[in-house]
């Protein structure tokens, strides 16, 4: 069975690989279950997010380099060959991505697009806000939706940002696309892949 992509996550068909695992053996991995990996396209750029197993049998396959390692010490075994359980990973070559609709709201991608600040107090923000409550007709939307506070969610309830006498310092909007088409990631991304990640925002 494929990999089931990711919500909001680029589909790269071009680098489909055979899951078979003839040439290697089965493959085992001293990982914690649902793993993943940064996929670069081979300009560097964010592309996809795979499992680990997958990642490795692409690497296996010659379509991948590991560019950084996961944990220290992870690896994939088979009964001859023990491969680095790679973190972020790069395509051996590039893969034109086709134009794409913007991404699926996440509340991981609301709270990567504001920089995890509550956009009404400027604090770390652990939950998302509907500016325009949804009681109210708001939207559950990138163009609705902020990272706040769990004490200014509380306290602006289901109230508009005039009753309070707030004001955003900038209108929401959906996250921005990086270099070559490539969509922000809207999942929670793990902290390794943040350098890559920030270079293509």
Partial sequence: MPDRQPEGLVAVPDIAVPHSEEDSGPLHAALPPGSRVLLLNASFEPLAVVTA????????????ECV???????????????????????LSRYVRVPYRRAVPMTRAGVLRRDLRRCAYCGKKADTIDHVLPRSRGGAHSWENCVA???????RKADHLLEELGWVLERPPAPPARAAGGVLVLAVEPHPAWEPWLSAAA
């Fill in 53 to 64: 197993k997958r990642a490795v049998v692409l690497m296996l396959s010659g379509k991948a």
């Fill in 68 to 90: 950084q390692a996961a944990l220290e010490g992870a690896a994939f075994h088979s009964e001859n060959l023990t491969v680095p359980a790679p973190s972020v990973m790069r």
């Fill in 148 to 154: 706040a506070c769990r004490a200014c969610n509380s």
